[in-house]
């Protein structure tokens, strides 16, 4: 069975910072771009960071450039992948949801877009008080 969980969320004050940790089991995660989205009430969901499989690759949206960093970890039959949070505003406070796809082995593939992801995991609360 394919999955994605997502851990790590929470409730943090303005200027603090959280990691958000997803991980990936049932299919050859390791080979594909994995993405972290986000949804806030009343939203649509919109894109926060992405990384191709070899971790060569990396795009953030302009919101979170210089604040978040993504990373991931291709054990041999796990991929965890982290996005460090810092510097958290009020307007970072929403769902968020890590996703894999895209073309297996692409070294430039990091889409920024929810329809270039097809595995979805539940999502984590992330709240930013102000």
């Known amino acids: 069975q394919m999955q994605l969980v997502e851990s790590g969320g929470g409730l943090v004050q303005a200027g603090g910072s959280l990691r958000l940790s997803c991980a990936a089991s049932g299919r050859t995660f390791r080979a594909y771009a994995m993405g972290w989205f986000r949804q806030a009430p009343g939203k649509e969901r919109e894109f926060v960071a992405a990384?191709?499989?070899?971790?060569?690759?990396?795009?953030?949206a302009d919101s979170v450039k210089g604040r978040f960093t993504i990373s991931r970890d291709n054990a041999k039959n796990t991929v965890t992948v982290l996005l460090q949070m810092n510097s958290l505003k009020p307007e970072d406070t929403a769902v968020y949801y890590c996703?894999?796809?895209?073309?297996?082995?692409?070294?430039?593939?990091?889409?920024?877009?929810?329809?270039?992801?097809?595995?979805w995991g539940q999502g984590t609360q992330v709240t930013v008080s102000s």
């Open positions: 990384i191709s499989w070899t971790g060569e690759i990396t795009n953030y």
């Open positions: 996703a894999a796809g895209g073309t297996a082995y692409s070294r430039t593939y990091a889409d920024t877009t929810p329809n270039g992801y097809d595995v």
